[in-house]
């Protein structure tokens, strides 16, 4: 089952969404190819820190993060990863690796790479390593309230 902070906000604010089972993955890549879906259709949440602030940021799985274009656009001096030791206190009801892009429940900025705007969907990891969330963009963009910005480089 979704994360219940997650399916209690978004049963709250009435965004419908499909919850979608696969076998357990625990990289956004192996998600993908478990689900049968592509990698640019499956939201990679990334857990970063620009300078002293922790934010979010949302990038296709198939995709990778240009640090140098992310630092430039949001005027950031240093940015990288969070440790994942930090995760656990940070999302305390998610399995690591599998949180949810609602930086809002967290109390976190979230920034989205323009290229997931650009689908009617996002579909991304429901708090576990066995369950995503497919919703309508239009509803994510309300509820979350994501910088949009073009900052990312395909994979694969």
């Known amino acids: ?37 592509p990698g640019r259709d499956v939201a990679k949440t990334v857990i970063a820190r620009m300078d002293d602030t922790i934010v979010m940021v949302v990038i296709p799985a198939s995709h ?38 609602f930086g809002n429940l967290y109390f976190l900025n979230v920034y989205i790479d323009k290229s997931l705007t650009e689908q009617d969907v996002i579909i991304f990891n ?3 390593h066995r369950e995503l969330i497919e919703m309508r963009y239009e509803d994510f963009q309300r509820l979350v309230c994501p910088h949009v910005i073009n900052f990312t480089a395909e994979i694969f």
């Open 126 to 128: 429901a708090g576990n």
């Open 64 to 101: 990778k993060i240009d640090f140098d274009v992310l630092r430039d656009i949001t005027g950031a001096r240093n940015i990288g990863l969070v440790a994942e030791a930090e995760l656990e206190n940070l999302f305390p009801d998610c399995q690591i690796g599998a949180m949810p892009p």
């Open 1 to 37: 089952m979704p994360v219940s902070k997650l399916k209690k906000y978004l049963d709250q604010n009435q965004a419908a969404y499909l919850v979608l089972k696969h076998p357990p993955a625990y990289t956004a890549e192996e998600t993908a190819l478990s689900a049968y879906l």
